[in-house]
């Protein structure tokens, strides 16, 4: 199939019956621990997750560094195994297939990944790199082979007549082209980009941001956007996800999430973003203080706690749920969540 020809059939489909189910991919109550040898606690990276991506829906996933958004990524896309939990693609539970299971999800399933350096093997052209998962699903001749990489080629912005070069050749932003053009080759439904701009320069994110922006309009693509970066996010997701050491501390669409953040680690990452006129921003909003805990030895209660300015001792004992604490569809873990409206950036 053509990139011309999945665009027609994303027009069919999305013509289908309006009772069809939207939701593509669920992760319940999921947990990946990585041990570290007998007598030494294993690392929670993630420790109950539950989230769902719909058709068509961009899903933010932000939180700090080492906070397990990457884990969590890779263990919903079967890339490492959960150590509990359930996964669902497309209402099919996944978590326990095989590697011939999981084949045909593998191809409506694809990852872009952080280091446009590291993810391209130097060995290769940039177009064997993008045709490799056709030729490893056995889909070339059918798809098109090199016609078709050609077209990926000019749909993410690069010249068709540098497919023979190597990846050394190519900078930063068209690498991660090359990325995007690997990850579209078989006609996914579902991409999950793991931090697809840090690594490269502010203006070169933009045109990126741009690219899948207009590639999920064309191709009624799904993504789970994972960024540590809120000011990326904003302009890509429908809904955000905030997770910190492992768990999710809140979640909503994106206008309830930037103006008027519940918990009090979401408050701290947006008063935390740059803005062009430091005069406008919020003195008095306290920031997350101290540095984030291990997840091989999480705080009791309340993970935040040991950083939050309002913990006290309910905070250290009861851990908070994730719940609608206000009934307007945006549940947030804290005791003390509190709408508060953002500084308008």
């Given at each position: 199939?053509?990139?011309?020809?999945?665009?027609?059939?994303v027009?069919?489909?999305?013509?289908?019956?309006?009772?069809?189910?939207t939701?593509?991919?669920?992760?319940?109550?999921?947990?990946?621990?990585f041990?570290?040898?007998?007598?030494?606690?294993?690392?929670?990276?993630?420790?109950?997750?539950?989230?769902?991506?719909?058709?068509g829906?961009?899903?933010?996933?932000?939180?700090?560094?080492?906070?397990?958004?990457?884990t969590?990524?890779?263990?919903?896309v079967?890339?490492?195994?959960?150590?509990?939990?359930?996964i669902?693609?497309?209402g099919?539970?996944?978590?326990?297939?095989?590697?011939?299971?999981?084949?045909?999800?593998?191809?409506s399933?694809?990852?872009v990944?952080?280091?446009?350096?590291?993810?391209?093997?130097?060995?290769?052209?940039?177009?064997?790199?993008?045709?490799?998962?056709?030729?490893?699903?056995?889909?070339?001749?059918?798809?098109?082979?090199?016609?078709?990489?050609?077209?990926?080629?000019?749909l993410?912005?690069?010249?068709?007549?540098?497919?023979?070069?190597?990846p050394?050749?190519?900078?930063?932003?068209?690498?991660?082209?090359?990325?995007i053009?690997?990850?579209?080759?078989?006609?996914?439904?579902?991409i999950?980009?793991?931090?697809?701009?840090?690594?490269?320069?502010?203006?070169?994110?933009?045109?990126?941001?741009?690219?899948?922006?207009?590639?999920?309009?064309?191709?009624?693509?799904?993504?789970?956007?994972?960024?540590?970066?809120?000011?990326?996010?904003?302009?890509?997701?429908?809904?955000?996800?905030v997770?910190?050491l492992?768990?999710?501390?809140?979640?909503?669409?994106?206008?309830?999430?930037?103006?008027?953040p519940?918990?009090?680690?979401?408050?701290?990452?947006?008063?935390?973003?740059?803005i062009?006129?430091?005069?406008?921003?919020?003195?008095?909003?306290?920031?997350?203080?101290?540095?984030?805990?291990?997840?091989?030895?999480?705080?009791s209660?309340?993970?935040?706690?040991?950083?939050?300015?309002?913990?006290?001792?309910?905070?250290?004992?009861?851990?908070?749920?994730?719940?609608?604490?206000?009934?307007?569809g945006?549940?947030?873990?804290?005791?003390?969540?509190?709408?508060?409206?953002a500084?308008?950036?």
């Open positions: 199939m053509t990139t011309t020809e999945a665009r027609e059939a027009a069919a489909h999305s013509e289908a019956s309006s009772s069809e189910p939701e593509l991919l669920r992760v319940e109550d999921l947990v990946t621990w041990s570290r040898g007998r007598g030494i606690p294993p690392v929670r990276a993630v420790d109950g997750v539950s989230l769902s991506l719909h058709k829906e961009a899903l933010g996933l932000v939180g700090e560094s080492g906070c397990g958004k990457t969590l990524a890779r263990t919903a079967r890339l490492i195994e959960p150590t509990a939990g359930r669902w693609f497309k099919q539970d996944i978590t326990e297939h095989g590697r011939r299971q999981l084949a045909p999800v593998r191809r399933l694809q990852m990944f952080q280091d446009p350096y590291a993810s391209l093997n130097p060995r290769m052209t940039a177009g064997e790199i993008v045709a490799q998962p056709l030729r490893i699903h056995h889909r070339y001749r059918h798809a098109g082979g090199r016609a078709k990489v050609a077209e990926l080629f000019e993410v912005g690069l010249d068709p007549d540098h497919l023979g070069r190597f050394h050749e190519f900078s930063g932003g068209q690498r991660q082209r090359i990325g053009a690997r990850a579209l080759v078989l006609d996914p439904e579902v999950v980009f793991d931090e697809p701009v840090s690594s490269l320069d502010v203006s070169i994110r933009a045109q990126i941001i741009n690219l899948l922006a207009d590639l999920r309009d064309e191709l009624g693509l799904a993504y789970l956007f994972i960024a540590h970066d809120l000011s990326v996010v904003r302009h890509i997701a429908d809904r955000v996800a997770m910190y492992g768990v999710i501390v809140e979640t909503g669409e994106r206008r309830a999430i930037y103006q008027q519940m918990h009090p680690y979401t408050q701290a990452l947006l008063a935390a973003v740059p062009p006129d430091p005069s406008r921003r919020d003195r008095a909003r306290p920031l997350a203080a101290g540095e984030l805990p291990t997840a091989a030895r999480p705080p209660g309340c993970r935040f706690r040991t950083r939050c300015w309002k913990a006290d001792d309910r905070c250290a004992c009861e851990p908070p749920e994730l719940m609608d604490r206000f009934d307007h945006h549940p947030s873990a804290c005791h003390y969540a509190a709408p508060r409206e500084v308008e950036r």
